[in-house]
């Protein structure tokens, strides 16, 4: 299985992969409360990181493996907006400076753990509720299975598993890694990838600052590689000139034209709206102590997109190196392999593989949490006890999980890659309740509800008729605006159709009286701060540990 593996690359992977595993159980004992039988402390790591320990926890959440593999492929492939990424996490963080801190303050004053138990407090509405929960366990569940197909790729580059039909001993290494994060996170709760976080960004920032002073460096420059990468995708356009012409290929370019400009900016703003939305990105920002925290993250977080605008230039640099893979997807390994020495490309490898280990870890706890509260606490045990929620949890992470490794291994890369797609569609149909509801009440509950089902079906619909070369339904994120050849972000047009039925049916339902329900919160629940009456704080306060 491993005889064509290089021995140091593989050595350094592996001592690299052993640190984060001991790492993730000892992570139990850090910042340690009595015990982690509750959501708040295994689920939210007791509610007191600090804004150092945030910034690596937050990065570490957002800034996936699969980024790091997905973004500078679709340079190396030629895609015109591709580079979407970049600017939709810069618009990103303006936007959540203003409405988290919000969402922080309500949290914290009435113990909510997920943004559905906000909703349900908000809006007095177990179907909305629902709805929201539902929506945030099913966008995340090709979230978690993209970072096992990020771990795959690597995998692969390295020659593991890769030479064998027998599937058990193909995928034997990932099954591993899989068991040893399921095990970890079972035991340390968010306090293992908040831990790891620290190692995996560390990596991170070293191999990309490397690879773009090094890498140029020895393929003549940056204005060789963007030479190269334009004249790459001139001599691809040329060549195929007649399928581009005739839809069945699209054309290369390193910038959008014209016609793909509304593709672009689209991608970016849908992707900024969507982004905090998930489930997991909530939970991070809930795992705070303060709102302080929140907006000293939204100020310092950038620092990410500038290692993402470096990361993606990668794409150009693996054409300008010869690197030549059927699956852009490699592109970046191989390009690591061939150019790093040995030992460097190990810790490279190690570096892409635990920042899949992170976000993982991250996303399955917060959908275990949206079960725990928003399903099993709401309608099978409303009187479950902390500690029944945190068992729950902790065997709802496993079966998270699970669903996504069999998700990875049963269906086609691909379809995989491009069903997680439809994450950033659903997840944006839960921005009205949420974002706006921590702003105003004026829509009404079965108004938002009835929202949202539009726009989860319509959605839905959208991608299941785009069809793309290697699949005849969910191909891709772009659809033509109603009316207009103008390609658009599907997210977009969902949530347009989503916000105009809210407005309309609330319209309609307050002329009929139709019961809005209770709000159980209060116009200054969403200013309040640390150490204000009510605010829930750190179980554990841990002064000498605290960032």
């Keep these: 299985m491993i005889d064509h593996v290089d021995g140091v690359v593989f050595g350094v992977f592996v001592f690299l992969f052993l640190v984060v595993t001991v790492l993730g159980f000892a992570a139990a004992r850090w910042r340690r409360a009595q015990d982690l039988d509750s959501l708040d402390e295994w689920g939210l790591g007791g509610r007191g990181f600090g804004t150092f320990i945030a910034w690596f926890l937050i990065g570490g959440d957002i800034y996936t493996a699969y980024t790091f593999i997905a973004v500078p492929a679709t340079l190396y492939a030629g895609s015109a907006v591709g580079f979407f990424a970049v600017p939709y996490t810069i618009v990103v963080y303006p936007l959540i400076f203003v409405f ?90 968010l306090r293992a990838p908040a831990l790891i976080a620290f190692v995996k960004d560390t990596l991170i920032y070293l191999v990309i600052i490397v690879a773009v ?55 970016a703003l849908g992707s900024a709206l969507a982004l905090f939305m998930y489930p997991h990105s909530v939970t991070g920002v809930l795992s705070t102590r303060s709102r302080s925290v929140i907006r000293r993250n939204a100020a310092l977080l950038p620092a990410y997109s500038f290692l993402l605008g470096l990361l993606a230039l990668l794409g150009f640099v693996a054409i300008a190196a010869g690197v030549k893979v059927d699956n852009p997807q490699q592109s970046v390994p191989q390009l690591f392999e061939n150019e790093f020495s040995p030992w460097f490309a190990g810790v490279a490898f190690a570096a892409i593989v635990i920042g899949a280990l992170v976000p993982a870890a991250i996303m399955s706890i917060a959908a275990a949490n949206l079960w725990t509260r928003n399903i099993y606490r709401a309608f099978i045990n409303r009187d479950a006890t902390h500690a029944q929620e945190a068992r729950q949890s902790k065997i709802a992470s ?76 969910f191909g891709g994120p772009l659809v033509n605006f109603p009316g207009t050849e103008t390609k658009v972000y599907i ?51 841990h002064e000498h540990v605290r960032a």
Excluded at 147 to 161: H, K, P, R, S
Excluded at 236 to 256: H, R, S
């Design 100 to 189: 988290l801190p919000r969402l922080w303050s309500v949290s914290h004053r009435h113990g909510y753990v997920t943004p559905a138990d906000f909703v349900q407090g908000r809006y007095d509405s177990r179907p909305l509720a629902l709805a929201v929960a539902l929506t945030g366990i099913l966008a995340t569940m090709p979230y978690i299975a993209l970072q096992l197909v990020g771990m795959q790729v690597v995998l692969e580059v390295m020659g593991i598993g890769t030479d064998s039909d027998n599937w058990l001993v193909k995928d034997f290494p990932l099954l591993v890694a899989f068991v040893v994060l399921a095990a970890y996170t079972y035991s340390s709760g």
């Design 213 to 267: 002073i090094y890498l140029p460096s020895q393929l003549g420059g940056w204005d060789h590689v963007f030479s190269t990468a334009k004249d790459s995708f001139a001599t691809f356009n040329a060549d195929n000139a007649d399928a581009i012409a005739a839809g069945d290929k699209a054309p290369q370019a390193m910038m959008p034209p014209g016609p793909a400009q509304w593709a672009y900016a689209s991608l």
């Design 398 to 473: 496993l079966f998270v999980k699970f669903g996504a490794l069999v998700f990875v291994l049963a269906l086609s890369k691909s379809f995989a890659i491009n069903l997680q797609l439809l994450g950033g569609v659903w997840i944006l149909q839960t921005l009205p309740a949420i974002v706006i509801g921590l702003y105003t009440r004026w829509l009404h509950r079965w108004a938002l509800f009835a929202g949202w089902a539009v726009g989860m079906a319509w959605g839905t619909w959208l991608a299941y008729g785009v069809a793309s070369p290697q699949q005849d339904h």
């Design 491 to 541: 997210a977009l047009i969902a949530f347009l159709a989503n916000l105009l039925v809210a407005v309309v049916l609330t319209v309609v339902f307050r002329a009929m009286r139709l019961d809005e329900g209770v709000d159980q919160t209060r116009p200054q629940d969403y200013h309040a701060d640390a150490g204000d009456p009510g605010v829930e704080a750190e179980l554990e306060p």
